[in-house]
């Protein structure tokens, strides 16, 4: 893998204790390009990131875009069956998956841009959609 660091946002785009979603395009093994979609949370100058994917069915985590935290804002929860997860490590700790992880992903705040490390990124203009445009 790959030491590359990619600029995502600013922190200041993520407001204190909140998480935002965003698509990337990852380029697989078989060298194909696909979307991929990953959250990032931060809590004062914390910041986590992890691909938006609920380890119980494979299904993303925000039922309502970009709600991904409980009610109280201390546990990720993921909108289909209510699995909660803890925000730093991504483990179920109650709900249909428990002891089952979020995919956490390597992150770093460089210069105030929450950067991810390591991965294969592509420019986003080059997903093919599958939609033509009219
Ligand atoms: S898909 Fe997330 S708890 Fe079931």
Redesign the pocket.
């Known amino acids: 893998m790959s030491g590359d660091i990619f600029a995502i946002c600013s922190v200041d785009d993520i407001p204190n204790r909140r998480a935002s979603p965003f698509v990337l395009a990852r380029r697989e093994e078989g060298g194909e390009v696909r979307p991929w979609p990953i959250f990032i949370l931060r809590w004062g100058k914390n910041v986590r990131a992890y691909e938006n994917r609920?380890p119980?069915?494979d299904?993303h985590?925000d039922w309502e875009r970009g709600e991904f935290l409980d009610s109280s804002g201390t546990r990720i929860q993921?909108g289909?069956?209510?699995?909660l997860f803890d925000l730093g490590t991504g483990e179920c700790v109650d709900?249909?998956?428990a002891g089952a992880r979020l995919t956490a992903l390597e992150c770093l705040v460089d210069d105030g841009e929450i950067c991810l490390v390591g991965v294969a990124l592509e420019e986003e203009d080059e997903i093919d959609s599958g939609q033509g445009v009219e």
Request: charged share 10%.
């Open positions: 609920c119980h069915q299904s985590l993921c289909k069956h209510g699995a709900g249909p998956c």
